[in-house]
């Protein structure tokens, strides 16, 4: 079977939806209305999708107090420091990094503007 979307519960979804299109290159590939104002969002490359809503019937979890480490979503980039740079403009913050992996991989953890962690991955060898 093939993953269809990863979901989850954020504050904003049409802002989210928006800043995620505007610096990250995901387009919408379905927005939804009240009341959960959910949107389908596709990565760039159109092998990943999100589903991003707001519940009111679920707590929207504490993501800037979260550990990056539990959850965040990794963007492979070819510049990880300048596509830092430019998300600190649109109001991402630095979390940590840039770090050197063993197997030379190059790494900085972020949070969006809503806290939830996004890393930058520069991969020695890419995946595919």
């Given at each position: ?11 904003d979804p049409v802002a ?37 809503y707001r519940n009111e ?39 940590a990094g840039p770090t ?29």
């Amino acid at each position: 079977m093939k993953i269809e979307h990863f979901a989850f519960q954020v504050p904003d979804p049409v802002a989210f939806a928006a800043w995620y299109g505007e610096h990250l290159g995901m387009k919408t590939l379905r927005a939804i209305g009240a009341p959960t104002f959910t949107h389908f969002i596709e990565a760039s490359d159109g092998a990943t999708m999100l589903e991003i809503y707001r519940n009111e019937n679920a707590p929207i979890p504490d993501y800037p107090q979260q550990d990056p480490l539990v959850v965040h979503l990794g963007f492979a980039s070819d510049d990880p420091e300048a596509d830092m740079e430019r998300l600190i403009q649109a109001g991402a913050t630095r979390q940590a990094g840039p770090t050197t992996t063993a197997a030379g991989d190059v790494l900085i953890m972020m949070r969006d503007p809503w806290g939830f962690a996004i890393q930058m991955c520069k991969r020695a060898k890419p995946w595919k």
